[in-house]
């Protein structure tokens, strides 16, 4: 990330600082998904980009917060799946198979 914001980026600088300078004075989003297994290393990232740069925002998908100030934390539910025993012409009426029917038949209009 340090290199696509700031490719002439300081050698004495760190890569976080790098790119803390690149973002100050934009509004600027990031997303950083599935970071449950990484919470610290994005709390250690976020973090000191948040308090440096005001108009910047952040999501961060995990199953775990991040515990810094400021943060809000949106609870989603999981999607509903079919019981085992239900036929499959039931367990196409649930949220989880309809989106998974859908993006299948995005890739491939003939899946079944």
């Known amino acids: 990330m340090a290199d696509l914001l700031d490719p002439e ?3 004495d600088c760190s890569p976080l600082d790098r790119v803390v300078a690149s973002l100050r004075g934009q509004q600027t989003l990031i997303v950083l998904d599935n970071c449950e297994h990484v919470i ?32 809000c934390v949106y609870k989603v539910p999981p ?3 079919p019981l085992r025993e239900q036929r499959s012409r039931n367990a196409a009426r ?7 029917l859908d993006r299948a038949r995005s890739v491939n209009a003939q899946f079944a």
């Open 94 to 100: 649930k949220i989880a198979v309809q989106q998974f």
């Open 40 to 71: 610290q290393a994005a709390t250690d990232v976020v973090a000191p980009i948040l308090a440096a740069v005001p108009a910047c925002k952040v999501i961060v998908t995990s199953r775990e917060p991040l515990k810094i100030p400021g943060e």
């Open 9 to 11: 980026g300081a050698s």
């Open 79 to 81: 999607l509903e799946v």
